[in-house]
Protein backbone atom coordinates (compact mmCIF):
# COMPACT_ATOMS: atom_id res chain seq x y z
CA UNK A 1 0.00 0.00 0.00
CA UNK A 2 1.11 3.38 -0.60
CA UNK A 3 -0.35 6.57 1.59
CA UNK A 4 0.66 10.06 1.11
CA UNK A 5 0.23 13.39 -0.13
CA UNK A 6 -0.60 13.99 -3.71
CA UNK A 7 2.20 14.19 -5.46
CA UNK A 8 3.69 17.24 -7.48
CA UNK A 9 2.76 17.15 -11.01
CA UNK A 10 5.92 16.33 -13.13
CA UNK A 11 5.74 15.57 -16.74
CA UNK A 12 3.20 14.07 -18.46
CA UNK A 13 4.01 14.10 -22.04
CA UNK A 14 7.51 11.91 -22.10
CA UNK A 15 5.79 8.35 -22.92
CA UNK A 16 3.61 9.73 -25.31
CA UNK A 17 6.61 11.16 -27.14
CA UNK A 18 8.27 8.11 -27.28
CA UNK A 19 5.82 6.30 -29.00
CA UNK A 20 4.96 9.08 -31.32
CA UNK A 21 1.29 9.25 -30.61
CA UNK A 22 -1.21 12.06 -29.11
CA UNK A 23 -2.48 12.16 -25.48
CA UNK A 24 -5.74 11.48 -26.82
CA UNK A 25 -4.29 7.92 -28.50
CA UNK A 26 -6.73 5.58 -28.42
CA UNK A 27 -5.99 1.74 -27.02
CA UNK A 28 -5.49 0.68 -30.31
CA UNK A 29 -3.56 3.39 -31.57
CA UNK A 30 -1.12 2.94 -28.54
CA UNK A 31 -1.28 -0.91 -29.77
CA UNK A 32 -0.46 0.36 -33.37
CA UNK A 33 2.49 2.29 -32.44
CA UNK A 34 4.04 0.32 -29.99
CA UNK A 35 4.04 -2.63 -32.44
CA UNK A 36 5.72 -0.98 -35.23
CA UNK A 37 8.64 1.02 -33.02
CA UNK A 38 8.93 -2.43 -30.99
CA UNK A 39 9.98 -4.23 -34.20
CA UNK A 40 12.41 -1.58 -35.31
CA UNK A 41 13.87 -1.09 -32.11
CA UNK A 42 14.59 -5.17 -30.73
CA UNK A 43 17.96 -6.05 -29.37
CA UNK A 44 17.67 -9.07 -32.03
CA UNK A 45 17.08 -6.67 -35.12
CA UNK A 46 20.24 -4.34 -33.99
CA UNK A 47 18.13 -2.00 -32.17
CA UNK A 48 19.70 -0.31 -28.98
CA UNK A 49 18.24 -2.43 -25.77
CA UNK A 50 18.06 0.78 -23.81
CA UNK A 51 15.29 2.17 -26.44
CA UNK A 52 13.71 -0.60 -26.88
CA UNK A 53 13.18 -1.18 -23.14
CA UNK A 54 11.98 2.58 -22.61
CA UNK A 55 9.54 1.93 -25.49
CA UNK A 56 7.51 -1.03 -23.68
CA UNK A 57 8.26 0.83 -20.19
CA UNK A 58 5.82 3.72 -21.70
CA UNK A 59 3.35 0.95 -23.16
CA UNK A 60 2.98 -0.68 -20.06
CA UNK A 61 2.16 2.46 -18.40
CA UNK A 62 -0.37 3.67 -21.45
CA UNK A 63 -2.05 0.69 -21.74
CA UNK A 64 -3.08 0.61 -18.22
CA UNK A 65 -6.10 2.66 -17.84
CA UNK A 66 -5.32 3.44 -14.23
CA UNK A 67 -1.45 3.48 -15.00
CA UNK A 68 -2.65 6.51 -17.34
CA UNK A 69 -4.37 7.60 -15.57
CA UNK A 70 -2.12 8.97 -12.62
CA UNK A 71 0.38 9.52 -15.31
CA UNK A 72 -1.90 12.18 -17.26
CA UNK A 73 -2.81 13.65 -13.83
CA UNK A 74 0.69 13.51 -11.95
CA UNK A 75 3.58 12.46 -14.76
CA UNK A 76 6.07 10.40 -14.38
CA UNK A 77 7.79 10.72 -10.66
CA UNK A 78 4.23 10.14 -9.22
CA UNK A 79 4.42 6.00 -10.99
CA UNK A 80 7.79 6.07 -9.91
CA UNK A 81 6.76 6.83 -6.17
CA UNK A 82 3.87 4.49 -6.41
CA UNK A 83 5.38 1.83 -7.77
CA UNK A 84 8.70 0.89 -5.82
CA UNK A 85 11.19 3.76 -7.53
CA UNK A 86 13.49 2.67 -9.36
CA UNK A 87 11.97 3.62 -13.13
CA UNK A 88 8.86 2.12 -12.05
CA UNK A 89 8.98 -0.91 -10.29
CA UNK A 90 5.70 -2.10 -11.57
CA UNK A 91 7.51 -2.53 -14.93
CA UNK A 92 6.76 -6.02 -16.42
CA UNK A 93 9.41 -7.40 -18.48
CA UNK A 94 10.03 -5.51 -21.86
CA UNK A 95 11.02 -8.84 -23.66
CA UNK A 96 6.99 -10.15 -22.14
CA UNK A 97 5.22 -7.60 -23.47
CA UNK A 98 6.76 -7.65 -26.55
CA UNK A 99 6.12 -11.59 -26.86
CA UNK A 100 2.36 -10.71 -26.01
CA UNK A 101 2.06 -9.28 -29.23
CA UNK A 102 3.86 -11.96 -31.69
CA UNK A 103 3.86 -15.14 -29.27
CA UNK A 104 7.15 -15.02 -28.87
CA UNK A 105 10.64 -12.55 -28.28
CA UNK A 106 12.89 -13.58 -30.95
CA UNK A 107 13.88 -13.26 -34.28
CA UNK A 108 15.68 -16.43 -35.79
CA UNK A 109 17.78 -18.87 -34.16
CA UNK A 110 20.14 -15.85 -32.46
CA UNK A 111 17.39 -14.47 -30.54
CA UNK A 112 16.86 -14.88 -26.78
CA UNK A 113 13.41 -17.22 -26.43
CA UNK A 114 11.77 -16.00 -23.20
CA UNK A 115 7.51 -16.31 -23.72
CA UNK A 116 5.41 -16.99 -20.78
CA UNK A 117 7.33 -18.47 -17.97
CA UNK A 118 5.87 -21.70 -16.15
CA UNK A 119 5.79 -21.51 -12.54
CA UNK A 120 6.72 -23.72 -10.40
CA UNK A 121 4.99 -25.21 -7.26
CA UNK A 122 6.53 -24.01 -3.90
CA UNK A 123 8.07 -26.56 -1.84
CA UNK A 124 5.32 -28.16 0.52
CA UNK A 125 6.26 -28.88 4.38
CA UNK A 126 4.52 -31.93 5.83
CA UNK A 127 4.97 -31.60 9.73
CA UNK A 128 5.45 -35.90 10.73
CA UNK A 129 4.89 -36.96 14.23
CA UNK A 130 6.86 -39.33 15.40
CA UNK A 131 8.18 -40.82 19.35
CA UNK A 132 11.68 -41.14 20.78
CA UNK A 133 12.04 -45.07 20.12
CA UNK A 134 11.12 -44.44 16.22
CA UNK A 135 14.27 -41.90 16.22
CA UNK A 136 16.15 -44.06 18.52
CA UNK A 137 15.54 -47.68 16.66
CA UNK A 138 14.46 -46.21 13.10
CA UNK A 139 10.95 -47.03 11.16
CA UNK A 140 8.72 -46.49 8.44
CA UNK A 141 5.16 -44.33 8.28
CA UNK A 142 2.92 -43.64 6.03
CA UNK A 143 2.29 -39.42 4.69
CA UNK A 144 -0.91 -38.66 3.18
CA UNK A 145 0.13 -35.96 0.41
CA UNK A 146 -2.67 -33.70 -1.30
CA UNK A 147 -0.88 -31.44 -4.56
CA UNK A 148 -2.18 -29.89 -7.73
CA UNK A 149 -0.80 -31.52 -10.60
CA UNK A 150 -1.35 -30.33 -14.24
CA UNK A 151 -4.33 -31.43 -16.11
CA UNK A 152 -4.02 -34.69 -17.97
CA UNK A 153 -7.08 -33.90 -20.54
CA UNK A 154 -6.04 -30.30 -21.63
CA UNK A 155 -2.03 -30.72 -20.82
CA UNK A 156 -2.18 -27.59 -18.68
CA UNK A 157 -3.77 -25.39 -21.12
CA UNK A 158 -7.62 -24.82 -19.46
CA UNK A 159 -8.85 -24.76 -22.58
CA UNK A 160 -10.29 -27.49 -25.01
CA UNK A 161 -8.83 -25.81 -27.82
CA UNK A 162 -5.53 -25.17 -26.75
CA UNK A 163 -5.92 -21.36 -27.03
CA UNK A 164 -6.69 -18.77 -24.51
CA UNK A 165 -6.90 -14.64 -24.48
CA UNK A 166 -4.74 -12.18 -23.03
CA UNK A 167 -7.60 -11.36 -19.96
CA UNK A 168 -8.77 -8.00 -20.20
CA UNK A 169 -9.22 -6.79 -16.63
CA UNK A 170 -5.34 -6.12 -16.10
CA UNK A 171 -4.12 -6.32 -19.92
CA UNK A 172 -2.55 -9.79 -19.55
CA UNK A 173 -0.16 -8.71 -16.48
CA UNK A 174 -1.88 -10.36 -13.95
CA UNK A 175 -1.94 -7.59 -11.47
CA UNK A 176 -4.14 -4.76 -11.09
CA UNK A 177 -3.86 -1.23 -9.73
CA UNK A 178 -6.35 0.20 -7.88
CA UNK A 179 -6.55 3.70 -6.45
CA UNK A 180 -8.33 5.22 -3.50
CA UNK A 181 -8.98 9.18 -2.24
CA UNK A 182 -8.98 8.85 1.25
CA UNK A 183 -8.95 12.75 1.39
CA UNK A 184 -8.08 16.12 -0.28
CA UNK A 185 -5.10 15.04 -1.88
CA UNK A 186 -4.12 12.17 -0.11
CA UNK A 187 -4.11 8.80 -2.32
CA UNK A 188 -4.43 5.22 -1.51
CA UNK A 189 -2.63 3.32 -3.92
CA UNK A 190 -2.65 -1.09 -4.08
CA UNK A 191 -1.19 -3.93 -6.39
CA UNK A 192 -2.89 -6.91 -6.02
CA UNK A 193 -3.68 -10.56 -8.35
CA UNK A 194 -6.40 -9.47 -10.76
CA UNK A 195 -9.54 -11.23 -9.43
CA UNK A 196 -10.30 -12.05 -13.22
CA UNK A 197 -8.03 -14.27 -13.85
CA UNK A 198 -6.33 -14.98 -10.12
CA UNK A 199 -3.20 -13.54 -11.44
CA UNK A 200 -2.63 -15.75 -14.51
CA UNK A 201 -2.69 -12.96 -17.29
CA UNK A 202 -5.26 -15.76 -19.46
CA UNK A 203 -8.78 -15.66 -20.31
CA UNK A 204 -10.70 -18.26 -21.35
CA UNK A 205 -13.88 -18.28 -22.48
CA UNK A 206 -16.70 -20.29 -20.53
CA UNK A 207 -17.54 -22.08 -23.36
CA UNK A 208 -14.11 -23.63 -24.13
CA UNK A 209 -12.96 -24.18 -20.47
CA UNK A 210 -11.74 -27.95 -19.93
CA UNK A 211 -14.44 -30.01 -18.78
CA UNK A 212 -11.78 -31.93 -15.74
CA UNK A 213 -10.20 -28.89 -14.22
CA UNK A 214 -12.71 -26.13 -15.08
CA UNK A 215 -10.08 -23.67 -16.44
CA UNK A 216 -7.80 -24.23 -13.47
CA UNK A 217 -4.94 -26.01 -15.64
CA UNK A 218 -4.30 -27.98 -12.42
CA UNK A 219 -6.52 -30.72 -10.20
CA UNK A 220 -5.85 -31.92 -7.31
CA UNK A 221 -4.04 -35.59 -6.66
CA UNK A 222 -4.05 -37.16 -2.96
CA UNK A 223 -1.15 -39.24 -2.63
CA UNK A 224 0.38 -41.72 0.12
CA UNK A 225 4.06 -41.62 0.50
CA UNK A 226 6.24 -43.54 2.82
CA UNK A 227 9.02 -41.78 5.23
CA UNK A 228 11.70 -43.49 5.67
CA UNK A 229 12.89 -42.68 9.65
CA UNK A 230 16.69 -43.57 9.63
CA UNK A 231 17.96 -44.38 13.21
CA UNK A 232 19.59 -41.44 14.85
CA UNK A 233 17.55 -38.55 12.59
CA UNK A 234 17.13 -35.71 14.39
CA UNK A 235 13.94 -33.61 15.94
CA UNK A 236 12.98 -30.86 12.94
CA UNK A 237 15.14 -32.65 10.24
CA UNK A 238 13.56 -32.60 6.59
CA UNK A 239 13.31 -35.86 4.30
CA UNK A 240 12.87 -34.81 1.20
CA UNK A 241 10.53 -35.78 -1.62
CA UNK A 242 11.78 -34.38 -4.87
CA UNK A 243 9.42 -33.79 -7.64
CA UNK A 244 6.20 -34.10 -5.39
CA UNK A 245 5.18 -30.57 -4.30
CA UNK A 246 2.70 -28.82 -6.81
CA UNK A 247 3.46 -29.00 -10.67
Known sequence: NMFGRAPKKSDNS???????????????D??????????KNHPDKGGD?????????????LSDPEKREIYNQYGEDALKEGMGGG?????????DI??????????????SSRGRRQRKGDDLVQPLKVSLEDLYTGTSKKLSLSRNVICSKCGGKGSKSGASLKCPGCQGSGMKVSIRQLGPGMLQQMQHPCNECYGTGEAIS????CGQCKGKKVVAEKKVMEAHIEKGMQNGQKITFPGESDE
Open 14 to 28: RYYDILGVPKSASPD
Open 98 to 111: FSSFFGGSHFGAGG
Open 30 to 39: LKRAYRKAAI
Open 206 to 209: ERDR
Open 49 to 61: PEKFKELSHAYDV
Open 87 to 95: GGGGMHDPF
